[in-house]
């Protein structure tokens, strides 16, 4: 149990367009989602945290009208790098939590984003 | 602010050798300590925790023990296999019990036969 998935697992775009990532927990109700990124090595940085039906939280730094999050359901949240650039590329990570005294998290493979 | 500092990689290894990465922090309060692992193409997965001072956390023969007088989170395992291959990290959560995880760099363990 406690499987996360991400889609897409890769993508490509051509600067100035946006990009939806989304992130999805297969077998549990994720009352926390965050989202991290992940620089080639260099550790897990994270964006934001996001609980269902409100505003996510956004870490220093983190530009929130580019980096776009949405946590729609219990199982969904999506994150829409809006116009993209070359330095957006990156790894995207996500991860959620069933919330509670145990708050561990669970996370996704990821999302490999090159913008051209 | 709370930080995590890791060795520096790639470790390499042969088959049955013995393992240390170290992991010393940072943080205020009690912070709960983690190890997770990244295989080739996979996402992370926890590995082992801790959740108070002098606590072991163990798992897969892996072995960590929270040590609060040398802020320290020492992962080790006595006999490695080419299938511990991956990427290591260790975290930590602080105490305000945001559920927030804070990474050190990663460690890469290269195993050879």
């Known amino acids: 149990g406690a499987v996360v998935s991400q889609h897409p697992s890769w993508v490509i775009c051509k600067s100035g367009t946006s990009v939806k990532i989304e992130c999805r927990s297969l077998?549990?109700?994720?009352?926390?989602m965050f989202w991290y990124r992940q620089f080639p090595k260099q550790s897990l940085m994270l964006m934001a945290t996001?609980?269902?039906?409100?505003?996510?939280?956004?870490e220093q730094g983190v530009e929130k009208d580019k980096f776009l999050i949405n946590h729609a359901s219990l199982t969904l949240s999506t994150l829409t790098v809006t116009s993209a650039h070359p330095e957006d590329s990156s790894f995207y990570i996500c991860s959620a939590s069933k919330g509670g005294v145990n708050n561990e998290q669970f996370f996704g493979p990821g999302t490999r984003l090159t913008v051209l | 602010g709370d930080s995590v500092t890791q060795m520096e990689g790639p470790v390499t290894l042969s088959e049955e050798a013995f393992l240390t990465i170290n992991c010393t922090y940072t943080?205020?309060?009690?912070?709960?300590l983690f190890w997770y692992v990244q295989y080739p193409g996979e996402g992370l997965q926890l590995l082992l925790k801790?959740?108070?001072?002098?606590d072991k956390g163990s798992n897969k023969g892996f072995e960590a023990t929270y040590r609060k007088e040398t802020t320290s989170f020492h992962l080790e395992k006595g006999s490695v296999q080419v299938s511990d291959s991956a990427v290591y990290f260790c975290?930590?959560?602080?105490?305000?019990?945001?559920?927030?995880?804070?990474f050190g760099q990663g460690t890469t363990l290269q195993v050879k036969p």
């Open positions: 943080a205020t309060g009690y912070p709960s």
């Open positions: 077998d549990f109700q994720a009352t926390t």
């Open positions: 996001s609980n269902e039906g409100s505003k996510a939280t956004y």
């Open positions: 975290a930590l959560s602080g105490s305000s019990n945001t559920g927030k995880l804070i």
């Open positions: 801790a959740t108070k001072a002098d």
